[in-house]
């Protein structure tokens, strides 16, 4: 077998396209929007869910899932798209988060997210493998679909954007944890900030490290 030229760069996972809108589009469904969250996974901070529809003949260059892209290109791309698409944002706090877990918050989010935009969507392209149940509209879950489409691609973007946004709010807030850096993800700068003064106003007290941090906390309190 011969060998790859090293000098020549490994191929690209290729980008998100509109296939699935188009061939949804010609079946008849005219409204498509696409939906993803961003902020499952950390420790503090809402989950933050986006549905938009884009417009055919203004699709902004460069959609891709939003971590593969840079925060300047994903900044950059969010304005274009909230210039040209129909775009709903849905914030879970961590209240809501404890309410329902963060599985339940998630879909509750997408669901409102659906709801909430200015046009009626005839069907959401959801990104994973859960669809909410409520929707106004036809659905379908597509695994890794902010790869895979340029809609759920772009509500990736909008929604880690503006999550990331109010992690710059919540280290103004308290600048001890540092969530400007670490997005309130379980790093060892959260973490140690976390065994040093216990979990803040925006931590999500039913993940263990924040009840655990607690614990340890007022055990140390009770011993002095």
């Known amino acids: 077998m011969p060998k790859r030229d090293s000098s020549q760069p490994l191929s690209a996972s290729p980008a998100p396209?509109?296939?699935?809108?188009?061939?949804?589009?010609?079946?008849?469904?005219?409204?498509?929007?696409?939906?993803?969250?961003?902020?499952?996974?950390?420790?503090?901070?809402?989950?933050?869910?986006?549905?938009?529809?884009?417009?055919?003949a203004r699709i902004p260059q460069g959609l891709d899932d939003s971590k593969k892209l840079t925060a300047q290109k994903r900044e950059a791309l969010h304005a274009q798209i909230m210039a040209t698409a129909h775009v709903a944002v849905v914030i879970a706090p961590p209240q809501v988060i404890a309410r329902y877990n963060i599985r339940g918050a998630t879909l509750w989010a997408m669901r409102r997210a659906v709801l909430g935009l200015a046009v009626a969507a005839d069907y959401a392209l959801i990104d994973g493998r859960d669809v909410p149940q409520g929707l106004p509209c036809f659905s379908e879950a597509v695994i890794g679909g902010d790869g895979l489409s340029v809609s759920i691609a772009a509500a990736s973007i909008?929604?880690?954007?503006?999550?990331?946004?109010?992690?710059?709010?919540?280290?103004?807030?308290?600048?001890?944890?540092?969530?400007?850096?670490?997005?309130?993800?379980s790093s060892p700068q959260h973490l140690s900030a976390l065994a040093t003064h216990g979990p803040g106003r925006h931590h999500r007290m039913d993940f263990a490290p924040c009840l655990e941090a607690a614990a340890a906390r007022r055990e140390a309190f009770t011993l002095s």
């Open 17 to 56: 396209d509109f296939c699935r809108e188009a061939a949804l589009m010609a079946s008849g469904r005219l409204c498509v929007a696409g939906v993803d969250e961003a902020g499952r996974g950390p420790l503090a901070g809402p989950v933050v869910v986006s549905a938009v529809v884009l417009d055919p």
């Open 158 to 185: 909008i929604a880690k954007v503006t999550r990331d946004r109010m992690c710059a709010i919540m280290d103004c807030d308290e600048p001890a944890f540092g969530f400007s850096s670490h997005k309130g993800y």
